[in-house]
Nanobody, 117 residues
Framework: QVRLVESGGGLVQAGGSLRLSCAASGSMFNINHMGWYRQAPGKQRELVARIIRGGSTNYADSVKGRFTISRDNAYNTVYLQMNSLKPEDTGVYYC???????????WGQGTQVTVSS
């Protein structure tokens, strides 16, 4: 079992920055990648960024050059640094972790990010 707890969301003006954190606990040995999804009101959940255990990263086109995903060495905490925020970045941001042996995702409870124009 893996438990994920997000923090760092909030209200920010357009052009501002926020840093999200995802603290993971439990059995992390089989976690292959972790990352962030977001869901805006009335829209489907979409992948924002992910980081593979080996260190490679992937980003949604809409956030490339503005967001950076990183992790600590123990792979227990994953961060999402969000710069140059836009109103369209508003949504609930969910941390996830993919277990390659169980072939399933674990999810955090979500943290609200609101960007005002």
């Amino acid at each position: 079992q893996v438990r994920l707890v997000e923090s760092g969301g909030g209200l920010v003006q357009a052009g501002g920055s926020l840093r999200l954190s995802c603290a993971a606990s439990g059995s992390m040995f089989n976690i292959n990648h972790m990352g962030w999804y977001r869901q805006a009101p009335g829209k489907q959940r979409e992948l924002v960024a992910r980081i593979i255990r080996g260190g490679s990263t992937n980003y949604a086109d809409s956030v490339k050059g503005r967001f950076t995903i990183s992790r600590d060495n123990a792979y227990n905490t994953v961060y999402l640094q969000m710069n140059s925020l836009k109103p369209e970045d508003t949504g609930v941001y969910y941390c996830y972790a993919f277990d390659i042996m169980e072939h399933r995702d674990y999810w955090g409870q979500g943290t609200q990010v609101t960007v005002s124009s």
